[in-house]
């Protein structure tokens, strides 16, 4: 039976949303494969099954698996981190690699991959205080950290005062913040997954409904937002959407599942973001998007797992 070490929680922002994704995994895991659960606290400590384990004794216990599923989503996880410790340990990894991960996980640098394989992306820049920032504002515009996901730190801004609060703000997640154009358009999601067999499946276009100025944290999580799936498109927005996120998955490496969210303006599709550890519970956007097509939750955790065993093999054969 294959034994799968799932990482959850982890040393950031998204520690909870990581939690329920990892117990979810397990509980999809649980029947088919021989689970492993790993816990990474807030601190960066990490525990299995409730008992606290040194570094060296969580690496140990990862190196006795076959598969790593890292669901941690974030930095210290996300970003290639886990993935890294996977590589090192000589483990298959569920998802993206150490490079994918850290482009994926930095928004600024995914805008620059996307715009350079002709995936439309809103004009921004990067500020490191908020005197930068300040300095010649264009406004409305959008604040976010870099490097932070779950929508932590994004916040729509329309005068200066806001401009300033929004990008301190952002600068208490990360050391770098991105101030961007507000783009007027549906929220779409899509997302890529990279098969067993070598095949690669792009879901139907998931559309987000809510009524906040921008998708944020609260409104993530509070259960008011609506996912409609298959999202109602005319067949060329949604080809375009499929196309632009291939292609974007694609310039960045990605591996296992990811989660390319886009705004449908009148003039096409603008990349917001790519998730290349998105969330992992039954009722999150990914799960979702694939149920519409027949792929049950369990089956496509299996997926991930059995992609991972597959490309782990023909890298080390």
Not at 3 to 8: F, H, P, Q, S, Y
Not at 205 to 224: C, M, N, Q, R, W
Not at 239 to 259: I, K, P, S
Request: net charge negative; proline share 4%; hydrophobic share 50%.
């Amino acid at each position: 039976m294959c034994r799968v070490a799932v990482v959850g929680g982890g040393a950031n922002a998204e520690h909870d949303v990581s939690l329920a994704s990892a117990a979810a995994v397990r509980e999809a895991l649980a029947t088919t494969h021989d689970v492993v659960a790993l816990t990474i606290a807030r601190d960066g400590t990490w525990s299995g099954d409730g008992a606290a384990l040194s570094f060296a004794e969580a690496v140990a216990l990862v190196a006795t698996c076959d598969v790593l599923l890292p669901a941690v989503h974030g930095p210290h996880g996300e970003d290639g981190t886990l993935a890294a410790l996977a590589d090192l340990a000589g483990v298959a990894c569920v998802g993206s690699g150490v490079r994918a991960g850290a482009l994926g996980m930095d928004k600024w640098v995914t805008k620059l991959v996307a715009a350079a394989v002709g995936v439309s992306v809103a004009d921004g820049r990067v500020v490191r205080d908020v005197a930068e920032a300040s300095a010649d504002p264009v406004l409305p515009a959008v604040v976010k950290p870099v490097s932070c996901g779950s929508s932590h730190g994004v916040r729509r801004v329309d005068t200066p005062a806001e401009l300033r609060e929004a990008v301190a703000a952002a600068l208490e997640l990360d050391d770098r913040a991105l101030v961007e154009e507000v783009v007027t358009g549906r929220e779409i999601d899509v997302a890529v997954l990279r098969r067993a067999d070598g095949t690669t499946v792009v879901s139907p276009p998931l559309e987000i409904g809510h009524a906040g100025a921008v998708f944020d944290t609260a409104t993530k999580y509070d259960g008011s937002a609506r996912f409609v799936v298959p999202a109602a498109l005319d067949p060329a927005d949604a080809d375009r959407l499929a196309a632009d996120a291939r292609a974007v998955v694609d310039a960045l490496g990605c591996e296992g599942v990811a989660r390319v969210d886009f705004f449908l303006t009148a003039d096409g599709p603008v990349l917001n973001e790519v998730n290349t550890m998105p969330g992992l519970t039954a009722h999150s956007q990914v799960p979702q998007m694939f149920a519409a097509v027949g792929m049950t939750y369990p089956a496509l955790v299996a997926e991930l797992v059995a992609e991972a065993r597959v490309r782990h093999a023909s890298r080390t054969s």
